[in-house]
């Protein structure tokens, strides 16, 4: 069991390299068009075409909250303690991030994208409330 667990780590992986490679993509061409000038953003952001922020911005909180998670992960499958209540967690976490990064790059909707936040934060929590509940019970 503790190895199917890595399937929803590899997932996110995935899907934080789509992001990162379309965004890539997407200055690119905002740089190679003229659309955005390299001095424009050489100091900071605020030059990107708003579709491009947004990419920007989902690839970047890829990079926050999922760390928890994959050290979570890395703990329940270390201590053994990979059952099917945080493969269940772990894959509603990686929905729930599909959903935010979905909101993001898409409506941008801050309300609906913080309830998407919201609720995967909730599932990441209630990862590691059983983790940690299973290995203290031990």
Known sequence: MSE??????LAQIALTFALLFTTAGLRFSAVS???????D???????????VQQY????QNQLETPILFYAGVLFAMV???AGPILMMLAWTWFGLRVVHAGIHITSN???VRFMAFG????ALLAF????????VSR
């Open 4 to 9: 199917a667990l890595l399937y929803p780590v």
């Open 33 to 39: 068009s003229g659309t955005v000038k390299v001095q």
């Open 41 to 51: 953003i050489v100091l900071g952001q605020k030059a990107w075409p708003e579709k």
């Open 56 to 59: 920007s911005n989902a690839f």
């Open 79 to 81: 201590l053994n303690a």
């Open 109 to 111: 909707n801050l309300q």
């Open 119 to 122: 609720a995967s934060v909730i």
């Open 128 to 135: 590691w409330v059983v983790l940690a509940v299973e290995v």
